[in-house]
């Protein structure tokens, strides 16, 4: 029902840049609230960003600066740009659809993944 690709990742320098981007297919509510989160090997995925259809932003302590998310509802895709990168910040880095269902319920969507690499 939902299709979420992300594109945008790849290897960057310490200080460096990237943007990543999602674009979602299928069944998109206007409701629905779009992120991203990262995982590395060994850990649970965290929330990087996440941004509500009204506007609203949530961003982990460590990226809070740095990293700005977005959305374009009319081509149903979220961005991520990503600036004063470190080597902490590498991760697989997956987009995602939060959605609220009937009976109290929420469900996530997840793309992929896409791999962003800080290292000099």
């Known amino acids: 029902q939902v299709q979420l690709v992300e594109s945008g990742g790849g290897l960057v320098q310490p200080g460096g840049s990237l943007r990543l981007s999602c674009a979602a297919s299928?069944?998109?509510?206007?409701?629905?609230?779009m992120g991203w989160y990262r995982q590395v090997p060994g850990k649970e995925r965290e929330l990087v960003a996440a941004?509500?259809?009204?506007?609203?932003?949530n961003y982990a302590d460590s990226v809070k600066g740095r990293f700005t998310i977005s959305r374009d509802n009319a081509k149903n895709t979220v961005y991520l740009q990503m600036n004063s990168l470190k080597p902490e910040d590498t991760a697989v880095y997956y987009c995602n659809i939060k959605r609220r269902e009937a009976l109290a319920s929420i469900r996530h969507y997840w793309g992929q993944g896409t791999q962003v690499t800080v290292s000099s």
């Open positions: 941004i509500s259809s009204g506007g609203s932003y």
């Open positions: 299928g069944s998109i509510f206007s409701t629905d609230a």
